[in-house]
């Protein structure tokens, strides 16, 4: 209670953040350096508190697909196009040949809300690229249970991808339930963050390289989950 007059506009939800070799908050000198995080570590992407390379969560549930467009690190960063389409032609792959040339020019990200366990701080899990991988592993977990998605525990830790360079990637597995106290309070904030959407996520400015510029053949093209 005394949150009635809170309006979307005034939210802004963390996001569970990968820090990888280039990431700005492991590298030496840069002003958004975080102390003693390194490179695999998860991290708070508001509050920047590190996580180490494991944390426990808790789902609260999945959001629609969102995609946007940014501008390449090389003309300046920047989103342009906050919200494109599902469908739209600039998340559909080429087919020239040259990955670079045929990556969609929009990200596709799959959303979801989650509570960090124990603390019990809200953080939203989105995954793009090879994270399609571990997004559809969560929401598999999640599904599977045959509960409601907040009964599951599943923890978040971190691996090594080397192809097509060696970059960092998400990994999910279930880690049981969550107990009965959490199982309350997740269902009561199921219902808080219902009307939440994806916008309210923090994300940087700029679409940073990723390091995971996939192949088609290799993962599954971008649908609906």
């Given at each position: 209670?005394?949150?009635?007059?809170?309006?979307?506009?005034?939210?802004?939800?963390?996001?569970?953040?990968?820090?990888?070799?280039?990431?700005?908050?492991?590298?030496?000198?840069?002003?958004?350096?975080?102390?003693?995080?390194?490179?695999?570590?998860?991290?708070?992407?508001?509050?920047?508190?590190?996580?180490?390379?494991?944390?426990?969560?808790?789902?609260?549930?999945?959001?629609?697909?969102?995609?946007?467009?940014?501008?390449?690190?090389?003309?300046?960063?920047?989103?342009?196009?906050?919200?494109?389409?599902?469908?739209?032609?600039?998340?559909?792959?080429?087919?020239?040949?040259?990955?670079?040339?045929?990556?969609?020019?929009?990200?596709?990200?799959?959303?979801?809300?989650?509570?960090?366990?124990?603390?019990?701080?809200?953080?939203?899990?989105?995954f793009k690229s090879s994270g399609i991988t571990a997004a559809?592993?969560?929401?598999?977990?999640?599904?599977?249970?045959?509960?409601?998605?907040?009964?599951?525990?599943?923890?978040?830790?971190?691996?090594?991808?080397?192809?097509?360079?060696?970059?960092?990637?998400?990994?999910?597995?279930?880690?049981?339930?969550?107990?009965?106290?959490?199982?309350?309070?997740?269902?009561?904030?199921?219902?808080?963050?219902?009307?939440?959407?994806?916008?309210?996520?923090?994300?940087?400015?700029?679409?940073?390289?990723?390091?995971?510029?996939?192949?088609?053949?290799?993962?599954?093209?971008?649908?609906?989950?």
């Open positions: 209670r005394g949150f009635e007059d809170t309006l979307q506009s005034d939210l802004m939800i963390p996001r569970l953040a990968l820090a990888q070799a280039l990431s700005p908050q492991v590298t030496e000198g840069d002003p958004a350096r975080i102390p003693g995080l390194e490179v695999g570590m998860l991290f708070n992407s508001v509050t920047n508190v590190s996580y180490g390379r494991e944390v426990m969560v808790q789902v609260l549930r999945k959001m629609p697909l969102r995609a946007m467009e940014f501008r390449s690190v090389d003309d300046g960063g920047g989103v342009i196009d906050p919200d494109v389409p599902i469908g739209d032609p600039r998340l559909a792959w080429g087919n020239s040949g040259d990955k670079k040339a045929d990556k969609p020019q929009a990200t596709l990200f799959r959303d979801f809300l989650a509570v960090v366990l124990p603390q019990r701080e809200i953080i939203a899990l989105s559809k592993n969560l929401w598999g977990l999640a599904t599977m249970a045959n509960r409601d998605c907040f009964a599951v525990r599943l923890r978040i830790t971190t691996g090594v991808k080397l192809v097509p360079k060696p970059h960092q990637i998400y990994k999910v597995e279930q880690a049981g339930w969550v107990t009965e106290a959490d199982f309350k309070l997740g269902e009561e904030m199921f219902d808080a963050v219902k009307t939440i959407d994806a916008t309210k996520i923090h994300r940087d400015n700029a679409n940073d390289d990723d390091p995971d510029s996939f192949v088609p053949a290799d993962i599954e093209r971008q649908t609906d989950m």
